[in-house]
Every structure is written in structure tokens, then in C-alpha cells.
T-cell receptor
Framework: KNEVEQSPQNLTAQEGEFITINCSYS?????LHWLQQHPGGGIVSLFMLSSGKKKHGRLIATINIQEKHSSLHITASHPRDSAVYIC?????????????FGKGTKLTVNP | GAGVSQSPRYKVAKRGQDVALRCDPI?????LFWYQQALGQGPEFLTY????????KSGLPSDRFFAERPEGSVSTLKIQRTQQEDSAVYLC??????????????FGSGTQLSVL
């Protein structure tokens, strides 16, 4: 079982719809990242969370440390939001700085 | 520079050939990571540098993989005697301080390596 599981794997939505992408992890963490990857492009960091909720424009990220779960929400989705969204966690113990990534959720927003 | 720069953008190698992949992090960034991303998968950790010190190389898949950052800025990932299973996108990321301080990570566009 992967340490970081994302759902759904693929998501297709119509422009304007509210999107939710989920991330569950099995290890204790000190931080969780949400990242965006466009086809052929690099990865852009969207949020870094250790507790609570963060909002940036139409994007909202929440984390529940007790339940080991995080969600990324996109309000009023737009075709330009089409990308792969990746959840990554930094383990809370051991001093390692590495991130463990989920496999990503491919989002397609149709006009 | 304005962002993390990786070169080459694409590399095709014959099986058995040695390759060198370059990463120019954002100037002044202390932390530098290399990740390997196979097709359809999330990135997987290879190695981590804090300045010139390689503090974690636990993700390097074999002794054919070697990374260095001799002056604490530019880093090179070298793969010797490439194999087909080495085909992947190699991503470099940097952050200003230590990730444990919650610093944002900045990623390069990656080098897509194809081993024939």
C-alpha cells in the first residue's frame, strides 16, 4: 500500500463545477504539499499545510491531522485548471527532508 | 535566474551510455532535491543536498546513479551505463531554507530521459 493515496485518479468536470480531490496518508507527517503539474511542464507548488485550511483565489486546501486526510477544492472550475494535482507529504520523524508523493489526480475541465 | 533551470530538456541515450543531467537552482537556495518520475506515476525521491553536502541519498536506485553539488549551487545527476528502466523524467527542486521550516519548493521543468 502506498504511503500516500489520492482519489480519484481521473476526474472530468464541466466548467463552473466545484471540484474536490482527496489525499490520504498512512504515516505521521510534519507537512503536506499540494502541487500542480501541467502536461510537458514543471511542477508548481500550490499549498504547504501542517494544519487547518488555506485559501488562494479559487483554490482551498484543508487538512485533518487526526484522520490523516487532506482535500484540495477548486471553486468555479475553468478549463485552464486542467492539470495533474499531486499530494506530497513530509514524514514527521527521522529527520528526512524528502517528500513522498501520491500518484496524482488528472483533472480535465471541459468548456 | 528566475526559476529552477534543468538541462537538457530531453535526452535520448543508447543503453549502456553515461548521461549527465544538470540543475541550476534559484540563486541562494540552500536545499536541492532530485526526483525521478516514471510515466503515469508521482515523483519519487532520489537525493537531497543542503548546500554542498549530500545529506540523503537513500532514494538512488543503484550505484550507477551519482549526484553532486560541489559548490552548493549547480547540481549534476549522473547515470552510468544507462538501462531502459532508467527512462523517466528527472525533476530538480530547490527551496530557500530547510524544508522542515515549511519553505515552498520550486521545481524545474525536468529532463525527460529515454534510454533505447
Amino acid at each position: 500500500k502506498n504511503e500516500v493515496e489520492q482519489s480519484p485518479q481521473n476526474l472530468t468536470a464541466q466548467e463552473g463545477e466545484f471540484i474536490t480531490i482527496n489525499c490520504s496518508y498512512s504515516v505521521g507527517i510534519s507537512a503536506l504539499h499540494w502541487l500542480q503539474q501541467h502536461p510537458g511542464g514543471g511542477i508548481v507548488s500550490l499549498f504547504m499545510l501542517s494544519s487547518g485550511k488555506k485559501k488562494h483565489g479559487r483554490l482551498i486546501a484543508t487538512i485533518n491531522i487526526q484522520e490523516k486526510h487532506s482535500s484540495l477544492h477548486i471553486t468555479a472550475s475553468h478549463p485552464r485548471d486542467s492539470a495533474v494535482y499531486i499530494c506530497a507529504v513530509k514524514a514527521g520523524q527521522g529527520g528526512s527532508e524528502k517528500l513522498v508523493f501520491g500518484k496524482g489526480t488528472k483533472l480535465t475541465v471541459n468548456p | 535566474g528566475a526559476g529552477v533551470s534543468q538541462s537538457p530538456r530531453y535526452k535520448v541515450a543508447k543503453r549502456g551510455q553515461d548521461v549527465a543531467l544538470r540543475c541550476d537552482p534559484i540563486s541562494g537556495h540552500v536545499s536541492l532535491f532530485w526526483y525521478q518520475q516514471a510515466l503515469g506515476q508521482g515523483p519519487e525521491f532520489l537525493t537531497y543536498f543542503q548546500n554542498e553536502a549530500q545529506l540523503d541519498k537513500s532514494g538512488l536506485p543503484s550505484d550507477r546513479f551519482f549526484a553532486e553539488r560541489p559548490e552548493g549551487s549547480v547540481s549534476t545527476l549522473k547515470i552510468q551505463r544507462t538501462q531502459q528502466e532508467d527512462s523517466a523524467v528527472y525533476l530538480c527542486a530547490s527551496s530557500k531554507f530547510l524544508p522542515r521550516r515549511g519553505e515552498k519548493l520550486f521545481f524545474g521543468s525536468g529532463t525527460q530521459l529515454s534510454v533505447l
